[in-house]
């Protein structure tokens, strides 16, 4: 019994210290790379983390921002990178979903050079409306899209991301016909919708609340299977009359493709334990960003999922890389 117990002692005793595969891990800086430039979603929610993250393991760990191609260029950067646990990523649904279907050469596949950590966020994409658009449910922007076919237009971020893959996919299910206008961004998108040249916008919460808020555009519905706690009045597109329709936007934690296992563990367990703290799920609320860890294993099925699904939308709407 004694002999037991000092061996749980010792285990505990190793866990805390942070002791992986015989070695105190990390035993300096950590590199958390991020596929899209600063002060955007992404990049917000990879700095709240890291910050809590390096106050726990004792050790800093860095933001690196390797912007392009829809988050491709960093997916490419982490399947390549040495596989020594100092190199971890946060990625988006692109890049490991819907890249493997739109990019002819891809230079790394996702399920073989990219390990799966956990979930970091959740959250919807919003549909909204300029304010001179003759429509204040989802609804009537539907029957008002059907007596113009073709006439109407949607803006998204860019070319097979998150707001154009939920707009391809509303299409399909309400049998309309919207032209999609792809932005490099969604700050030149929500100017064109502001100024009229745009009649819908495909956009995030933090991004496109402002603005509704100060009555300059209107949010007709969300694409989550709950409403969002940044918009809590406006419905989701399955109360809307679309039931069962989701699209959302995640965040997840990678790493290369070969981490040891017990490397992979300890940055379930670190991000796991960051993404649970109080204090930074009330961080990430103020941009309207759910915490959603999970295990290793349910992140690898969940974007298995995602990737089935989106790639029928990509070749159903015949999605090209630009």
């Known amino acids: 019994m004694k002999s037991t117990i000092r061996m749980m002692l010792a285990t505990a005793a190793m866990t805390v210290a942070g002791v992986v595969g015989g070695q105190n891990f990390p035993s300096r800086a950590v590199t958390l790379t991020v596929g899209f430039a600063p002060g955007g979603g992404a990049d917000t929610v990879a700095r709240l983390i890291a910050q809590k993250l390096g106050e726990n393991v004792g050790q800093p760990v860095v933001v690196e921002n390797k912007a392009g191609a829809g988050g491709n260029i960093a997916a490419q950067h982490i399947a390549t990178a040495p596989p020594d646990g100092y190199t971890i990523h946060l990625t988006s649904v692109g890049p490991m979903t819907v890249a493997p279907h739109v990019v002819k050469d891809l230079r790394y596949d996702p399920k073989r050079d990219i390990a799966p950590i956990t979930m970091g966020v959740v959250f919807p994409n919003v549909f909204v409306v300029y304010s001179g658009v003759p429509a204040k449910t989802l609804a009537e922007f539907v029957a008002l899209a059907k007596r113009k076919p073709g006439q109407l237009t949607y803006g998204s971020s860019g070319v097979g991301g998150a707001g154009h893959l939920a707009g391809e996919l509303f299409k399909e299910r309400a049998g309309i016909d919207v032209l999609h206008v792809p932005y490099k961004g969604g700050g ?71 981490t040891p296992k017990d490397l992979l563990d300890f940055w379930n367990r670190e991000l796991t334990k960051v993404l649970n703290d109080p204090q930074v799920g009330a961080e990430l609320a103020k941009h309207g960003l759910d915490p959603a860890p999970g295990t290793r ?21 015949k999605i090209t890389a630009e």
């Open 297 to 317: 294993d349910e992140l690898a099925q969940y974007i298995e999922r995602e990737s089935l699904k989106w790639g029928k939308v990509v070749r159903e709407a």
């Open 188 to 258: 030149p998108a929500m100017t064109d919708l502001l100024g009229g040249r745009l009649d819908m916008y495909v956009g995030v919460p933090s991004t496109v609340a402002p603005h509704v808020d100060a009555g300059k555009a209107r949010a007709l519905a969300t694409t989550g299977a709950q409403r969002t706690s940044t918009m809590p009045d406006v419905p989701t597109v399955a109360e809307s009359g679309y039931p069962g329709f989701e699209a959302i936007n995640w965040y997840a934690f990678v790493a290369p493709g070969k």
